[in-house]
């Protein structure tokens, strides 16, 4: 459960949910000198409210927030898994964009309702975290509200989901580099994109952006501007502020809406 091993567009992948976490992360699992890539489950097991995956190839156990090795002999072998673009949507939108696409069957083979509000319902509807942890600043965000999150080029940054609220675009940085983030607080669905020297603004369409005068369409792989000019997806995911805030800590700015 919370857990798949797919490969899409030849790329082998893993996404694991942590469901005390709130976060469903997309992870490369061919690593840098295997062979070949790794196929993940989940352990049953948790550490500092995350869960905690293994490798069927060593029974190691990683870390489903950090995507790294934490116990068991792949440990200590400065391994960190990719992260991949990914979203939350609605099947409606998603089929409607990709009629082709294929979904994750829920016939596993064991009884499981996956049924949405099944399981988990009382702790996604309280302010309260299953385990004690420490948050160092509730001022903009509480613990279990939601932000979306990107880890790249040496540096992170959280956005709360309520800033896309008033503003469902943001044209922020993420160190040296100009990003835009396109976001509905309501459905948690975000996605953020390389900006270069744009920026950008919403349009009364939910598949295009602005800049300059000039149309931009969103796309899962990047948005296609003028002449084909094409901006690069980012890869990022939603995850309670506890859980982004207790693993990334100072390493991470907190946006703040101006």
């Known amino acids: 459960h919370e857990m798949f091993n797919e490969v899409i567009g ?13 976060a469903g992360i997309l992870f490369e699992t061919k690593v840098e000198g295997r062979d070949t890539p790794l196929v993940f489950g989940s352990s049953g097991f948790l550490y500092r ?17 950090t995507g790294e090795p934490v116990n068991g002999p792949l440990r200590g072998e400065s391994i960190k898994l990719k ?17 082709t696409t294929k979904v994750l069957s829920v016939d596993t083979g064991f009884y499981r309702d996956y049924g949405s509000g ?46 896309f609220k008033a503003k469902p675009v943001i044209n922020d940085q993420l160190g040296d580099k100009n990003i835009v ?23 009364s369409s939910p598949t295009e952006l602005i800049s300059d005068d000039q149309s931009w369409k969103i796309t899962e792989n990047a948005l296609i501007g003028p002449s084909g000019k094409s901006l690069a997806r980012l890869p990022g995911h939603i995850s309670f502020w506890f859980a982004w805030d207790g693993y990334l800590g100072v390493q991470s700015t907190l946006y703040a809406a101006k």
């Open 10 to 22: 030849g790329v082998p992948v893993a996404l694991a949910y942590c469901t005390l976490c709130g």
């Open 49 to 65: 409210s995350n869960k905690l995956m293994f490798d069927r190839e060593t029974n190691s156990l990683w870390n489903q927030f």
């Open 83 to 99: 992260i991949r673009p990914v979203v939350i949507t609605s099947w409606a939108k998603w089929k409607s964009k990709n009629p």
């Open 118 to 163: 099944v399981v988990y319902q009382t702790y996604f509807s309280s302010p309260d975290l299953m385990f004690p942890a420490l948050v160092r600043n509730e001022d903009v965000v509480k613990r279990k509200d939601y932000v979306y999150g990107i880890r790249d080029f040496g540096v992170a940054r959280a956005w709360p989901l309520s800033a």
């Open 181 to 203: 983030l396109i976001g509905d607080a309501e459905t948690r669905e975000v996605r953020a994109y390389f900006r270069g020297d744009q920026t950008f603004k919403a349009t």
